[in-house]
């Protein structure tokens, strides 16, 4: 988009304008907040109880730059996002599956029911009964990813225009035809919601079973030993890496659909979605 078009758009000159003034509201508001974090930090007095923002983010630059960040931070993101991906594949492939046979959605909607009622520390401890605690928070992130991914597709299938499926019937189209232009731009708006909700979803779930399984080497063992020697600060700078690390993570996943969709002309199927997200 050129500068000429949007002085020629009103529509587009709204629409850069409202970007910029929630852009400049955002920040106004972290603003804000940082600076009452830091005022009541002053008042209570002790790092040990709240540590000023400032503190954190001297410590933070202490943590990125320790030679063993990228290892740690490597270590977890594997793993969680190896469960993500697991859940990805897993809950699309029975989605579809469920659609076409309602024995298989039978079978499994009480696994999804459990799954979801079920808390996650329960899963944590249950599974580092049978597993060690190296790769227990690719179980976990993928256990509470399942259910989101499954039950989305599952939907956008069911969703799918029933005169669109009653003219491919006649025409005779063949199935990858039918996935294509009537099943994909169905499902698409409920499996970019699913995939947004389930990124955030994986790490708070995956960071909580490394803090307790405490596996060498990774974030949830930093976690846990911050916790055991009161480094607040460490703690928090940490949290903040796992944010940003998150974020990141999110951001460039959905530009990837985003480009995917493009490519099959249906992006404005990811702008809806991202609106009601």
């Known amino acids: ?28 508001a972290v603003a804000f907040w940082l600076l009452v974090w830091h005022v009541i930090s002053l008042c209570v007095g002790s790092e040990l109880v ?24 490597w270590y977890s993101a594997a793993r969680i996002l190896g469960g993500f991906f697991t859940a990805l594949t ?14 298989v959605e039978t079978l499994l909607r009480p696994i999804t029911a459990v799954i979801k ?27 509470m990813v399942f259910p989101v991914i499954y039950m989305n597709v599952l939907e956008g299938i069911r969703s799918a225009d029933e005169k669109l499926l009653e003219m491919a019937q006649v025409f005779r189209l063949s199935v990858g035809k039918k996935l294509l232009y009537i099943y994909l731009p169905a499902v698409a708006p409920f499996f970019v919601s699913a995939c947004s909700v ?7 779930s995956g960071i909580a079973a490394e ?15 911050a916790k055991i020697f009161l480094q607040t600060s460490e703690l928090l ?8 690390v998150s974020v990141a993570f999110e951001k460039l996943f959905m530009l990837f659909l985003r480009l995917v969709l493009k490519k099959l002309k249906m992006e404005d199927v990811l702008n809806l979605s991202l609106i009601h997200i």
Not at 90 to 102: D, I, N, P
Not at 198 to 204: E, V
């Open 90 to 103: 897993l809950g699309t492939v029975l989605g579809w599956v469920a659609s076409r046979f309602w024995v």
């Open 1 to 28: 988009m050129t500068l000429s078009t949007i002085r020629n758009n009103p529509a587009k000159q709204k629409k850069v304008k409202t970007k910029k003034q929630k852009a400049i509201a955002a920040t106004c």
């Open 117 to 143: 009622a079920t808390p996650v520390a329960s899963f944590i401890i249950l599974v580092l009964l049978w597993f060690s605690g190296k790769n227990l928070s690719v179980i976990i992130s993928m256990l």
């Open 198 to 204: 389930s990124l955030g979803l994986c790490w708070k």
């Open 211 to 225: 803090v307790i399984g405490t596996p060498n080497g990774s974030i949830g063992a930093v976690f846990y030993q």
């Open 237 to 244: 700078a940490w949290t903040v890496v796992v944010v940003a």
């Open 50 to 73: 709240l540590v000023s923002p400032v503190k954190v983010v001297q410590t933070l630059f202490t943590v990125i730059f320790d030679p063993d960040f990228l290892k740690t931070v």
